[in-house]
């Protein structure tokens, strides 16, 4: 998805009873309806067993967090986790600053992230 400064590639897979949404760009004011409704669609479906791959994601304001913040809270609700792929330091510094690393599971592969889920 491309508009003018919109600049966001979203999109789901499944692998094994969890699914990973893979999100590229910038997420902000602008692009974070649609990680929303991606992530919200899942959890609409009864998919509680998240990790989001921020590993191309180049920047994220404080809209980005929220949304995540909102999948986790919908995911414990029904006993589900969101689990977070992220090795770039500025992003990393992002969730340390804000506290948010206590709440997110932060992984540095998918892997690790995938596994830390059962």
Do not use: W
């Amino acid at each position: 998805m491309s508009v003018g400064n919109m600049d966001i590639k979203v999109s789901e897979r499944e692998v094994g009873k969890a699914h990973v949404i893979d999100v590229g760009g910038e997420i902000d004011v602008y692009t974070s309806p649609k990680v929303k409704d991606v992530v919200s669609g899942l959890i609409d479906r009864g998919t509680y067993q998240l990790v989001i791959n921020l590993e191309q994601v180049r920047y994220i304001d404080s809209t980005g967090l929220g949304v995540l913040i909102g999948g986790l809270k919908r995911v414990r609700e029904h006993g589900g986790t969101v689990n977070l792929v992220c090795t770039n330091p500025q992003i990393r510094k992002i969730f340390d600053i804000t506290g948010l690393v206590k709440i997110f599971g932060i992984f540095d592969t998918e892997a690790a992230a995938l596994k830390a889920l059962s």
